[in-house]
């Protein structure tokens, strides 16, 4: 037990990350194989959409129930359990031979990534020192761009020759490697301090009780706007690049060329949230995702098109880093996965409702450009939040 509790930030990091990165995986090829499913099933734009909404509403469910478990069994245990479902369910839909199907395990799998995301912050964050813990914590999201830019590649080179399929098995096999690694994982020291004399309905009601509720309206708010926008754009981003007239391989082509913008957004964003502040850092890469949203959707040219979705990668994956930094800080240890699981799980509603508007959208023939503006309002008011109910919580020790 000794040893357990000795691990280095690193490995922990190491770790934690991995099942991070292949879930990114996983989010980040769906946005391609719904391209290649569209041409296969002959589906209708509103279908596409309905495949990335069910990811979310499993999302929802798995924030939800799998967060309130963290407080009662442990964020180790439900990292385990986790990880297990996106596997199991990523492998499985390989095999999935109709929509619907496929639309169930992708139902399971938003489970599994659901309920780990806040999870996996909320262990690293009560795992490291103050002083570093949002650097560390953004460090951790910063897989999510490695496993972004695995997806593309995958994408590019494996879905065109081999299909979508083969594409599926290989983001599933590797995954039971971290999770074998994941068995090895201490429980976090503040997890095992805290008094487990809570029940689930307290630890939901303690999330709204006076000392917290400015919080978690912010905390809501934020995520709604922010996993509204996100999937509303990123699942439909290789499909928007066909619809301005480019190719299914060019589309995958310049889709991983913005992708690999989001890790400078990642490392900028760790390098200044514990020197400018969590608020600062927030806000800053919100606005910069708004504008840029703006301009990818009114884009003609290629250059154009092409410069405005790199800063959009480069400003958006950096304000996915801070806030899930920021939102383990808003709470203290007994009710901490409860409240990061509830935010979460109220964001996922956002990512149910943006595919399915932006397909709902398109077969009414609305313009790309009024789709984008539309997400650009919804991030600044997620920015809005933050300023006017967010608090600081740089460098703060967690209870």
């Known amino acids: 037990m000794k040893k357990e509790s000795t691990i280095s930030k690193r490995k922990l990091l190491g770790i934690a990350g991995l099942g991070w990165m292949f879930d990114a995986m996983d989010v980040g090829m769906l946005s391609f194989i719904i391209v290649a499913l569209q041409k ?5 734009a509103q279908q596409m959409g309905w495949i ?27 990292f385990i359990i986790t990880l297990l479902m996106f596997s199991l369910g990523s492998g499985l839909s390989a095999l999935a031979p109709t929509l619907a199907v496929f639309l169930i395990l992708r139902f399971i799998i938003g489970m599994g990534l659901g309920g780990e995301l806040p999870v996996a912050s909320t262990l690293v964050s009560e795992s490291v020192s103050a002083a570093e813990r949002g650097r560390v914590v953004v460090l951790l999201e910063s897989f999510w761009a490695g496993g972004w830019l695995i997806a593309a590649l995958i994408s590019y080179f494996v879905i065109p020759n081999y299909g979508w399929k083969i ?10 490697y971290a999770l074998y690694l994941r068995v090895k994982l201490p429980d976090s020291p503040q997890f095992k301090a805290a008094s487990q004399n809570q029940s689930a309905s307290e630890k939901i009601v303690g999330v709204w009780a006076k000392p917290y509720t400015r919080s978690t309206i912010m905390l809501w708010i934020l995520w709604f706007c922010v996993v509204f926008s996100y ?3 990123f699942l439909w981003l290789p499909a928007v690049m066909v619809m301005k007239g480019f190719s299914l391989i060019k589309s995958f082509e310049y889709v991983l060329i913005m992708t690999l913008a989001q890790l400078p957004g990642y490392f900028t964003a760790a390098w200044l949230i514990e020197r400018a502040g969590r608020k600062f850092v927030l806000i800053t890469y919100l606005v910069g995702t708004a504008i840029s949203a703006y301009f990818f959707g009114g884009a003609e040219s290629l250059s154009f098109l092409i410069t405005s979705g790199i800063f959009l990668s480069f400003f958006n994956l950096g304000a996915w880093g801070a806030l899930y930094a920021y939102t383990p800080e808003q709470y203290p240890s007994q009710i901490r996965g409860t409240g990061a699981g509830m935010a979460a799980s109220f964001g996922r509603i956002g990512g149910i409702l943006g595919p399915l ?8 023939n609305i313009s790309v450009t009024t789709v984008f503006t539309i997400f650009c309002f919804a991030i600044l008011i997620g920015a809005a939040a ?14």
């Open 40 to 44: 296969e099933w002959n589906l209708s």
């Open 52 to 78: 990335g909404s069910v990811n979310s509403i499993g999302m929802a469910v798995g924030a939800l129930i799998f967060g309130v478990m963290a407080d009662r069994i442990g964020r180790k245990s439900v």
């Open 167 to 176: 594409a599926l098995l290989l983001s599933a096999l590797p995954a039971l």
């Open 231 to 233: 999937y509303g754009m």
């Open 357 to 364: 508007l932006v397909g709902y959208l398109i077969a009414q």
């Open 386 to 399: 933050v300023l006017i109910l967010g608090k600081e919580t740089k460098q703060r020790e967690l209870t």
